[in-house]
Nanobody, 124 residues
């Protein structure tokens, strides 16, 4: 089992940047595909980005391509989400998730463990 703790959220103006971090407990972090999802008020939790166990493969939602980068540091048991050119529509609670599978999945049902989330608010 792995426990996930997100940090780095906050309030930022449109066009600004934030870097979210997700620290994982345990010694098997590198055996998990890691993903980021977000949930805006009144909406379902939506896929943002995911990264393979080695970090060599990454997938993104179309809405964030070119603005957001996912990365991981297996030595630090941490996955990151660098968000640039933020827009008000990026406002949401951002969740980190871990998947025991091999495929870099987009579906939230594929993920086995979830963090508590961190709020990102982008003002116009």
């Amino acid at each position: 089992q792995v426990q996930l703790v997100e940090s780095g959220g906050g309030l930022v103006q449109a066009g600004g940047s934030l870097r979210l971090s997700c620290a994982a407990s345990g010694r098997t972090f590198s055996s998990y595909v890691m993903g980021w999802f977000r949930q805006a008020p009144g909406k379902e939790r939506a896929f943002v980005a995911a990264i393979s166990r080695s970090g060599g493969s990454r997938v993104y939602a179309d809405s964030v391509k070119g603005r957001i980068t996912i990365s991981r540091d297996n030595a630090k048991n941490t996955v990151y989400l660098q968000m640039n050119s933020l827009k008000p529509e990026d406002t949401a609670v951002y969740y980190c998730a871990a998947d025991k599978g091999i495929v870099v999945a987009r579906g939230r049902l594929e993920y086995d463990y979830w963090g508590q989330g961190t709020q990102v608010t982008v003002s116009s």
